[in-house]
């Protein structure tokens, strides 16, 4: 597609003309490479709200400045570097595909650190930073175990790269903890921003059987389904609520402004240096929603048990025995993933229907 | 496969061919009198948020799928004064139009993004929609949905039929004997484009009133450049953008079922079905017609009226 090219190229070339000139005690320069734009009410619009509540809390000491529509690849390459090029201190790319491409850039610009999400590689000025949103998948799985009657599960989701995969293994566990009759159908839709592909992908879900949906793709178009059909929904990255109140069992919400506030807050101290986080439910980054008051109490009071014991580190969400879809025991009693493994996972657990895509 | 889940492909494709064939039959009217408007995708997302904004605030989808209608055409009148009447280059100034409306519709739309109102009801027509397998598709759908058939019916019957049909492919044939006839060309394209316009806004009020009803940037996820693809592979022929607009949209519904059903195809392979499938069948068809001559003569080229 041509369009988001020449946007992208638009919105570099307006950056480089804008270079400003660099103040004596100038603040502190953080740039933003977004994939989508910042009104998709999923993804990007959280990390967008996020730096909005930094750049607040920081006032004077720090001007944000974002970029949207990146498409990944050379693309965004062009615009990581213009950021740099043009005085930023300290650049958040926050999309998978920005890794190799932050990599490169941050060669070129070692005085400028770099922060990527959700990717595994690392350079002296070029941390990462990801969310167990897994977590949130497990208690949000433990809601739809719980209220579905079809035992079917409609799972909308994007690409089949390790991020979405650990989330659909995750929500299928918490699924079979509270029911294991219950299985997880997942439509593949090759795309992030597509709401009226979304909505499709959860009537096909519907019209087999699934009776909770749930989404790893930006829009709320299928918890809007999930309303139009008098089926139940629950939200990925906000509070979806508003688009299906009589759906919406609960939402798994992305709160990025802990590690936007740790990471400013390291460059102006001086402390900054390159590390991979991982920040889940204990830190904040990943919240629930509140629960839809259909869901009997014993369940709420079962999830938030959960939810204590992830935050307290007394269980992990990967907790063995945990079989794969052929049942073999991937994990073994009294063991559990670990980072490394939790970023690689490319198996489905035992719960899902229908073959993995290679 | 049951009959129950054919029909549910069938409705579901129609549904997902609507806007696809709303703005291809506009950019194809525009097409046929001379001026080739790269902009639908802004033209879409114009009518969409628009759309949204007029039904969000005055409570009334009818007030919304106007302001999507009247937005589209207006919005169209930049590109048709750029191009038409000060005869800038149709290509540079269509995607100018695109990246505009991009970002214009994503300004416009600010405040209404995790918004979300009750969209357009499905009209079961009465008895009609009980026929077995066809009668849910193209008798229990959206009013959108029916008025596009009804917008087909009246485009196919105006271009075949009548005169303004003939002037406008006079016009978008050759240009400087269409004037010479008497016609007034850049009127004749101000129309047509504005025409497109209107069309393009209404396929984006469907997809932000009645499809998924509510606002989210670049909510037609390139839409309006498989509309401008397909209107080249039906070669201009009316019935020919349909049968691609609900083609596309049937494989892409299937590769929506086939998932389901558990077959071990690749989704990537699957995502390329629509295209593949729309592309094949739409060149059989030219090749079986003998389409001797394609494109309007005009295609792409602003005209000089000589006084």
Known sequence: ?358 | MSIDIIENILFATIRTGTPLLLVALGAMISERSGVLNLGQEGMILVGAVCAFIGAYTTDSLLIGVASGLASGALFSLIFAVIAISLVSSQIATGLALTIFGTGLSAFLGVDYVGLSIDGLDEWPIPLLHDIPVIGKAFFAQDMLVYGSFALFAAIYYVMSRTRVGLIIRAVGENPGVAHSMGYRVLLVRYATVMFGGAMAGLAGAYLSLAYTPMWTEGMSAGRGWIALALVVFASWRTGRVLVGAWLFAFASILHLVLQGFGYDISPNLLGMLPYLATIIALVMMMQRAGTAQLAPRSLGQPYYPQK
């Open chain 1, 1 to 358: 597609m041509k369009a988001p090219t020449l946007i992208s190229l638009g919105l570099a070339a307006a950056l480089f003309w804008s270079a400003p000139l660099q103040a004596e005690d100038a603040p502190l320069k953080v740039g933003f490479v977004y994939v989508s734009p910042i009104g998709d009410a999923g993804w990007t619009y959280m990390h967008d709200r996020a730096r909005q509540i930094v750049d607040k809390e920081f006032g004077d000491r720090v001007e944000t400045n974002y970029v949207e529509s990146v498409s990944e690849g050379s693309d965004s390459q062009r615009v990581i570097r213009n950021l740099s090029a043009n005085g930023h201190d300290l650049i958040f790319t926050t999309s998978f595909g920005y890794m190799n491409p932050t990599i490169r850039v941050a060669q070129r610009f070692p005085n400028v650190r770099y922060e990527h999400a959700t990717g595994y590689k690392t350079a002296e000025n070029v941390g990462n930073y990801q969310a167990r949103a897994y977590q949130g998948r497990y208690l949000a799985g433990m809601a739809a175990g719980a209220m579905t009657e079809t035992d079917t599960i409609g799972y909308v989701a994007g690409f089949p790269i390790p991020e979405v995969l650990r989330g659909i293994n995750a929500f299928t566990l918490g699924v079979r903890e509270v029911n294991p009759d219950a299985s997880v159908r997942v439509s593949w839709i090759n795309s992030w921003h597509d709401p009226a592909k979304e909505r499709e992908s959860a009537s096909s879900l519907i019209r087999q059987d699934a009776d909770v949906l749930t989404m790893h793709a930006d829009s709320p178009a299928v918890v809007q389904a999930a309303q139009d059909e008098g089926v139940y929904g629950i939200g990925y990255n906000s509070n979806m609520e508003s688009y299906g109140p009589d759906a919406h069992l609960t939402s798994v919400m992305m709160h990025w402004e802990p590690i936007y506030r740790e990471k400013i807050q390291a460059v102006l101290d001086g402390s900054w240096e390159s590390k991979s986080i991982w920040y889940g439910l204990s830190e904040g980054v990943v919240k629930m929603a509140p629960m839809h008051p259909d869901i009997p109490e014993s369940v709420t009071e079962r999830i938030s048990k959960h939810r204590n014991a992830i935050i307290n580190g007394d269980r992990e969400v990967f907790q063995g025995p945990v079989r794969n879809q052929d049942g073999e025991e991937i994990i073994a009693e009294g063991e559990s993933l670990s980072d490394g493994q939790l970023l690689e996972i490319n198996w489905y657990v035992e719960g899902i229907k229908g073959k993995l895509p290679n």
